[in-house]
DNA sequence: GCCGTTTTCGGCCCGACTGTTTTCAGTCG
């Protein structure tokens, strides 16, 4: 039987925590498996490979019980106390737990009530007028349940969420707008996007005014709103045009810090933070500091004072997601996290010659102007199809254009002479040797036969990372956010077969990729790779795209120091494969 | 079900909103 991949265990997991809920068990077990799911699903290593040493345990969240579940699911394939509620819950109630405004115990009381047990049958029950007849709930219920029925068939399912370079634009332009409003004082974006994770769900606005009333028109006005959901004297909430909930909220001065910290989270963060202080005697949420000894809230104007209260240094929001940032805020341990200004160069990007939209010369004045030591050029190989492969004449004489471009340049820049290969099916790559040591760098990646089982992915890259004449490997997991899952591989086996042969593996920055992602990224650097933060810019403005590469390198807790290239070329150089041959 | 700078047992973050009921349960972030 297949080994079940964390995304699998993740899906078990929350299955089990939702048929504990519907069966009744107390609140902090049904939690207790879903902080495991989520702890499953974000880890950077295989779950069932961890069990199968016996060291699962040291994952927080999962404990002695969870991993008697998990040898069970790794022996059987299943989980003896889902089948067990499984038999006693239909599958249609865990689709009613879920629909906005219902849970469990609403699921539980119509299958108990009228023998509720699918989407389709509710709806027939809520049409007939029978949800209104139970005790507890009434009209209102039904109408809301018959709304969000019907808009989820039109909108096949949850709204999705937005990636992260979507919803920056939006939040800079509205805040921006915001801040030149003569009654605003302090206005801040919070939640995911100061997070700077892959995507988010809404966009959180803090600000302090002296007329609440000037600032919310203000927004409502904005070209980009197209609609008001809901306003008050303590903020607003609208929608803009392209869709994007955003969320202003209004505050006294002395409590900004308090609700800024708050609305930036994340829910991990936050519910780690509060608990360890409880511990300690006080209280936290947005509205301020509770000491149970003086019986007084405190109320922060800044955030710093919020961490300071609290035993904490300040903690860089992209940290903030419960993963030991507490510990390490504590005991002056947190990393003085990469900048995007430390890069010095850019070693994966485009060009006319194959799918880029700007020329050579164009990407090489762009990255000069940007201050660069060094860029390689990097277009795709002699099998990439779609009518703009590279053919290994024309890449030869790529080779002798750039050394003339460079003679040019006179040493203000170092163009690279490169490639990013294709991994074919079998590992190998698709140049000769002879061509690929010429060059000044390699980079591969995959760009077809993704449906691979994962051994044999696995083995492909592994044999890819080992080349001898690759430098490094482009977006290892291919995934695209919110659009295409990652193919089937096992990350651990690559990150320790690149450790060993030193090729480095790239953060892609395009913002749909962040790959990989920053849970590889810190299990990569911990192992000792040399992480890169390349652009896979396709034009000039590209290069602009760093920032995200960056961001999940930050998110990695990544210095400067793991990351190659805001090395020197002079100190760069040398950690190239060939530089070592 | 997990976990320990008071604890290996007895706790477990905090508040808003909605809709239903007269003081609260359920859901959500």
Redesign the pocket.
Known sequence: MATKNNAEIAAAFEELGDLYELDGA?S??V???RT?AKAVRDASVSIMALTREGKV?TV????????EKLKALDETGDIP?AVKLRAKFPVGLISI?H?????????KLLYDELGVDSLEALREKAEAGEI?KI????????E?LLRVLAEQEEGGGPAPRILLSRAIPVAEQIAGALRDHPAAHRVEIAGSVRRMGDTAKDIDIIATADDVGALIATLAELPLVESVAASGDAGARVRTHSGVKVDLRVVEPDQFGNVLQHFTGS?AH??QL??A?????L?????GI?DDETGETLRCATEEEVYERLGYAWIPPELREGRGELEAAR?GSLPQLIELSDLRGDLHCHTTLSDGRQTLDQMAEEALRRGWEYLAVTDHSASHGFGDHVTPEALEARIEEIAALNDRLEGKIRILAGTESNILPDGSLDYPDELLQRLDWVIASIHTSFGMEETAMTERMIAAVEHPWLDAIGHPTGRKIETRPPYAIDMTAVIAAAAKNGTMIEINSAPDRRDMNESHARAASEAGVMVLVDSDAHSARNFDLLQYGIATARRAWLTPEKVANTRSWADFAPLRKRAKA
């Open positions: 107390v902090y077990r939690i207790a498996y495991a345990t927080p969240g999962i404990g002695k019980t969870l991993e106390s737990m629909l906005p405004g219902f849970g469990a115990k609403r699921a209104r005790r507890g709930l009434g009209a209102r219920v039904e809301n829910k936050n519910v509060r608990e202080a409880v511990r300690r005697g209280h936290v949420s947005e509205y509770l005991n």
